[in-house]
């Protein structure tokens, strides 16, 4: 369990360093029991279960699927691919997300037009914008950066509104009553005030864009780590599948680690 | 820098619930007058909920007001004016910003480029004590300095008319006195006009030379003490009459058909 940083600590830097340590993972003593234990009895499954390797096939087997697609070349044209379509879906859609959530939290005739609209698409999930995604932009790259930016922007859009709708009075009477202009208010003190709000949203963003990726790219893609597990689905190679599965969540993984630690320098005053 | 004059006249404030307007109790304030002299110092104390932070949110033109005007030297408010300083309780300080940042904010407005900028929001730290921690984050501090940091934002900016609402009502007892004599100091230095709301009848006394009484919602000045200590006000102020002052003013505090002392004899 973690524990609180002593309260009457002098120098508050070291604590916030240690809080924002803490938030970043278990220590590594965990993870590596974790993984390790997980790791043994999947292992002792595979070496004397009857278990046939088109169920669960064995971790040296696994690994052996992962080095073959490193020396194929697809591993890395498929990570290539995915990252790709996964990147730009995501700044598209958090770019997008921010300043339509900025605005509509803000400007009372953007939140009226646009927030009800923006409620009732929230919860369609990724899938189901396939079809459609592939109707309006073709098998190629752009339902996919549709599928992802679109999912990514509703996350974010509802997360900046909502931390909109919560900026703290006391910050904004503050500031005009020290002789803040309305730009300066936006820019030096609602802006600061939503940034957690807008960093959960993103967090979450990151998470969401590699779910709607896999989505995306499981029907109708030529390349791509989705692609290649609906492939080894064809020709059963469940080795292949279960190196793909891991690679895709530890890419999911290490892509939040980034953003919450970018995040946590960015939004240093917040280490609750 | 001297104080400027506050003049309020016919001052009625409602709350945003309409739902509560057919039988009038979305009245905060009804019908205030008051009038602050230029440098005077004046505590408003009242019982809680009874309005006197929406007065300072008036005054300070956060707040618009249903009927009634203020003015602030002649000039009517309607934004807040920039003559006009606020301390709040909860700080209000910037956590993104460091203690410096914090008051370098209220020093913009002015344009006085980056170094005297930041000679002078030094300078207003010096004041209250608290040079040293020019780099810290308002989070890093304690509840005393924090309060420092927002005074000196303050009066860094030079108000003429400084609302304090509930300033030291979070602090603890001998942070509270070291700050009461702090604000007194700056006070004597600048001679803005003060209106300092709080709900300690010994803080009003100890600070004002004008202490007004608010009664329960909604809002009315009922009573107006003028305090005739010589001046500058010493933090010893003893003596019967002010015992007396007291016990008057806590009796107006008291909701009527509380308990009282003398029931018992």
Redesign the interface.
């Known amino acids: 369990m973690t524990q609180s940083p002593k309260p009457n600590s002098p120098f508050?830097?070291h604590t916030a360093r240690s809080v924002s340590l803490r938030i970043a993972g278990l220590p590594g003593a965990a993870i590596v029991l974790s993984f390790g234990l997980v790791l043994s009895v999947w292992a002792l499954l595979g070496a004397w279960s009857e278990v046939p390797d088109t169920i669960l096939p064995a971790p040296w087997d696994v690994w052996g699927a992962a080095l073959e697609l490193w020396y194929n070349g697809s591993l890395l044209t498929d990570l290539g691919a995915s990252l790709g379509r996964a990147g730009i879906g995501f700044a598209i859609g958090s770019t997008l997300g921010i300043g339509v959530g900025l605005l509509t939290g803000r400007v009372a005739i953007a939140r009226v037009m646009l927030g009800p609209v923006l409620s009732l698409l929230r919860p369609i999930p990724a899938i189901a914008l396939v079809p459609l995604a592939i109707v309006w932009f073709g098998i190629g790259e752009g339902s996919k950066y549709f599928v992802v930016s679109y999912t990514v922007f509703l996350a974010v859009w509802f997360n900046t509104h909502h931390g909109m709708q919560y900026l703290p009075e006391?910050?904004l009477?503050?500031?005009?009553?020290?002789?803040?202009t309305p730009r300066?208010e936006f820019v030096?003190?609602m802006l600061?005030s939503v940034?957690p709000h807008i960093l959960a949203g993103v967090r979450l963003g990151v998470a969401l864009s590699f779910l709607s990726l896999v989505a995306a790219e499981l029907s109708g893609a030529s390349s791509g780590l989705g692609f290649r597990l609906q492939e080894a689905r064809q020709y059963i190679r469940t080795d292949r599948m279960f190196a793909l599965l891991i690679i895709l969540g530890a890419l999911g993984a290490a892509a939040d680690f980034v953003v919450q630690r970018l995040g946590a320098k960015l939004?240093?005053?917040?280490q609750a | 820098m001297r104080g400027a004059h506050v003049k309020i006249e016919g001052l009625t404030i409602r709350h945003g619930r309409s739902r509560d307007r057919a039988h009038g109790a979305d009245i905060a304030l009804r019908n205030i007058d008051l009038d602050l002299q230029p440098g005077s110092f004046t505590a408003l104390i009242g019982p809680s909920g009874c309005g006197k932070s929406t007065l300072v949110n008036a005054i300070a033109g956060f707040t618009p007001p249903a009927q009634g005007r203020v003015w602030i030297d002649g000039a009517q408010v309607h934004g807040p004016p920039p003559e006009v300083g606020v301390v709040f309780q909860q700080y209000a300080l910037f956590p993104w910003l460091t203690v410096l940042g914090n008051v370098r904010f209220g020093l913009k407005q002015f344009r006085l480029g980056r170094r005297a900028e930041v000679e002078r929001a030094e300078a207003a730290l010096a004041e209250v004590g608290l040079a040293e921690l020019a780099h810290r984050y308002p989070q890093q501090l304690s509840g005393g300095q924090r309060q420092r940091v927002a005074i000196a934002r303050t009066f860094a900016t030079g108000p003429r008319v400084l609302l304090m609402d509930e300033p030291f009502g979070a602090l603890d007892a001998q942070t509270r006195v070291d700050m009461q004599e702090l604000l007194l100091a700056l006070w004597r230095k600048r001679r803005a006009t003060v209106l300092f709301v709080t709900h300690d009848v010994d803080e009003a006394i100890l600070l004002a030379d004008h202490v007004r009484v608010m009664s329960h919602a909604p809002g009315q000045l009922v009573m107006h003490y003028q305090l005739t200590q010589p001046r500058p006000c010493k933090l010893s102020r003893a003596g019967r009459d002010l015992l007396m002052l007291r016990e008057d003013i806590l009796g107006l505090l008291r909701p009527p058909g509380t308990f009282r002392p003398e029931h018992l004899s």
């Open positions: 508050a830097t006391t910050y009477r503050a500031a005009r009553s020290l002789g803040a300066r030096s003190v600061p940034a939004v240093h005053w917040e």
